[in-house]
Nanobody, 121 residues
Framework: VQLQASGGGLVQAGGSLRLSCAAS????????RAWFRQVPGKEREFVAA????????SYADSVKGRFTISRDSAKNSVYLQMSSLKPEDTAVYYC???????????????WGQGTQVTVSS
């Protein structure tokens, strides 16, 4: 069972990036999917999560209105469209899968390896 995150990179403030997370080894269609992020020396923090049916999502206040989470069950993948990026969005972004939509890190059973997002001012 593996989650593979990709799409990170260097972007200027105000720009956009789209992260992808592909799953393999099992079907994740029945699981909630989420994105977290972490900067050195800080706790990994919740960014966004999406219900298994794709119709309900949840966002951290810091990214509401700028980030959009979506999923493609046929491709066993989840995406994070990030717009109006700010330097404070710089972090390693991790995708995760778990039984329900929550901002609690401990509730997610499966984790990807992370992809670096750097936003320059």
């Amino acid at each position: 069972v593996q989650l593979q995150a990709s799409g990170g990179g260097l972007v200027q403030a105000g720009g956009s990036l789209r992260l992808s997370c592909a799953a393999s080894g099992r079907t994740f269609g029945g699981l909630a999917r989420a994105w977290f992020r972490q900067v050195p020396g800080k706790e990994r923090e919740f960014v966004a999560a999406i219900h298994p049916n794709g119709k309900r999502s949840s966002y951290a206040d810091s990214v509401k209105g700028r980030f959009t989470i979506s999923r493609d069950s046929a491709k066993n993948s989840v995406y994070l469209q990030m717009s109006s990026l700010k330097p404070e969005d710089t972090a390693v972004y991790y995708c995760a899968a778990g039984s329900y939509v929550t901002d609690a890190r401990r509730a997610y059973d499966y984790w990807g390896q992370g992809t670096q997002v750097t936003v320059s001012s």
